[in-house]
């Protein structure tokens, strides 16, 4: 299953975008890079190139050159020593497919997550210049993440919060002055993580602590050695005075870790009132209506404001970000958004502290061939203050059913490992994807079954996911705690529930006693008993 599409550029595309393969020590694994010219006259001639992966502060991925010493930082794991390529050029013909083969050699020792990058680059080509001019080479690039999960010993995961503070940002002429909170996350261990959270933002105010604002960590993925150095813009100035922060991480969906710190924030000296965020209310939370194609549908929204402050409110529509750079074979996120054609009326007001307004939502649904049954949109409501300060923001789905195709809830499992988190505690992340033409509320739990089917273990998986969109891979985790389970071979299967569904990711595995500890390993083949009996009876 591959929930990506191809990048594209001006002559060319690249499929896939990333590279996610799972071997096991000593396995050879192909892989085949998909190199298409779009242009519909003229050969594309295509650089490729093998790199050392890494991650900028913020979560960027970045291709290093080995010559620079770079990769040898503490704890980077790269597996650019295993990987061969079919061809380190292409040369393609107008609108033709070339395939390049890329190899991976998995050393027999590995375990856990290794990363290496590969560039694609057009040739350089220097338009002829104009009298007077100078010419300038043309370059398209691209980068992709070539990741390798190794699935054997398990591997130590160790993703831990290691700051977080606020700092004033003076104004320019483009941007305006603002509190900015930092967040530092490490991974010192061998596994890669998805890391999300939130740091609440709360000021001194005589005895007590006065809640001002929440900001999201952005969504990440660390991979191992790197620490990330995260930012999210308070949009607003505050002033000076004594504040706490409060930053909670997750890891794969689950609490990881919080960290509180105090600090004397040197703030705006202009600003002597707090502009805390007003909780804006939406009834219904979520808009939700019936459309057909060629018709025009609408739904009212009332938004309540339960603080004593008049804010002012701008409205818009956006594309869900699960939405974003997906796609499974011939079918992409935006196949499944209606914002193109929803509309907000009106798109500006003011409220009054403890006041109402209504607001009509409407969808103009074109006459589409081979429609989908279910359409997306978020609402975004962004509060402010008069003097143009952030007063928080609120979003509502928008959710379009197209009664003339049938609903078809379905998931798949994606992939299932397991992972050393201390003494003989293991941590199971599960990922799925949404393979329907709609949209579920996703629960999961985690079982570990001897051969015969006899349960031993069985954990509730903890997730961010609420609503799955179409195309989407909710992340579950949890900790199974292997001290009381005795040496021998099991099955730990991963279920997901979404409705009245469900489906299932196996991994067989050996627990084994090494010094004193539970030493857990994947092996290769599902016991023929245990899958059998984990079919007949759903942990």
Request: with cysteine.
């Amino acid at each position: 299953m591959a929930l990506a599409g191809p990048a594209c550029a001006q002559g060319f595309m690249v499929k896939p975008m990333k590279m996610e393969l799972c071997g096991r020590p000593g396995q050879t694994l192909d892989r085949q890079l998909q190199l298409r010219n779009t242009r519909a006259s003229g050969l594309e001639t295509l650089l490729i190139e093998a790199r050392e992966l890494g991650q900028g502060s913020g979560g960027r991925w970045e291709a290093m050159d080995r010559a620079s010493g770079q990769p040898d930082g503490p704890g980077l794991r790269s597996c650019f020593e295993w990987m061969e390529l079919g061809a380190d050029s292409v040369d393609i013909p107008p609108l033709d497919v070339r395939a390049v083969p890329v190899r991976l050699r998995v050393p027999r020792g590995a375990r856990g997550f290794y990363g290496a990058a590969l560039l694609v680059r057009s040739k350089p080509t220097r338009p002829e210049p104009k009298p007077g001019t100078i010419g300038i080479a043309i370059i398209m690039q691209f980068l992709i993440p070539v990741v390798v999960n190794v699935q054997g010993p398990s591997a130590r995961e160790k993703v831990e919060l290691d700051g977080v503070g606020m700092h004033h940002i003076e104004g320019t002429e483009k941007q305006p002055a603002t509190a900015q909170l930092s967040v530092q996350v490490k991974n010192e261990g061998e596994t890669y993580g998805r890391l999300g959270g939130s740091v609440a933002v709360l000021r001194q105010a005589g005895q007590h602590w006065q809640r001002v604002a929440e900001a999201t960590i952005p969504e990440r993925g660390i991979i191992p050695g790197v620490t990330l150095k995260l930012s999210a813009d308070l949009k607003r100035r505050l002033p000076s005075g004594r504040y706490k922060l409060q930053a909670v991480l997750l890891v794969g969906g689950r609490l990881k870790g919080r960290l509180e710190r105090e600090i004397d924030f040197e703030g705006d000296p202009t600003i002597t009132t707090v502009p805390a965020d007003v909780p804006l209310m939406l009834q219904p939370p979520t808009v939700s209506m019936k459309a057909v194609p060629g018709s025009t549908r609408s739904a009212v929204l009332a938004v309540q404001n339960p603080s004593e402050e008049t804010v002012k409110v701008a409205c818009a529509v956006a594309v869900p970000a699960g939405l974003k750079g997906v796609a499974m074979a011939s079918i992409t996120g935006n196949d499944f958004t209606c914002a193109p054609w929803t509309e907000v009326n009106p798109e500006n007001f003011t409220i009054r502290g403890g006041g109402q307004r209504n607001m009509r939502i409407t969808v103009k649904f074109p006459d589409i061939q081979n429609a989908q049954p279910s359409y997306y949109a978020y609402l975004h409501l962004q509060a402010g203050y008069p003097d143009g300060q952030s007063a928080g923001a609120t979003k509502a789905m928008i959710w379009v059913q197209n009664p003339k195709v049938e609903l078809h809830p379905q998931a798949q499992g994606i992939r299932l490992n397991i992972a050393q988190q201390e003494e003989d505690r293991y941590s199971v992340t599960a990922q799925f994807g949404n393979v329907g033409n709609v949209h579920f509320t996703p629960t999961a739990t985690a079982a570990l079954a001897t051969p015969i089917g006899s349960l031993v273990a069985r954990e509730e998986l903890e997730t961010t996911a609420g609503w799955v969109l179409p195309l989407g891979t909710p992340r579950f985790s949890g900790v199974i705690d292997f001290a009381d389970v005795p040496p021998g071979v099991y099955l730990l299967t991963a279920t997901m529930k979404y409705g009245e569904k469900q489906t299932s990711k196996k991994l067989p595995i050996r627990v084994e006693v090494v010094e004193g500890r539970k030493v857990v390993t994947v092996i290769e083949e599902v016991p023929a008993e245990a899958e059998a009996a984990n079919s007949s009876s759903a942990p």
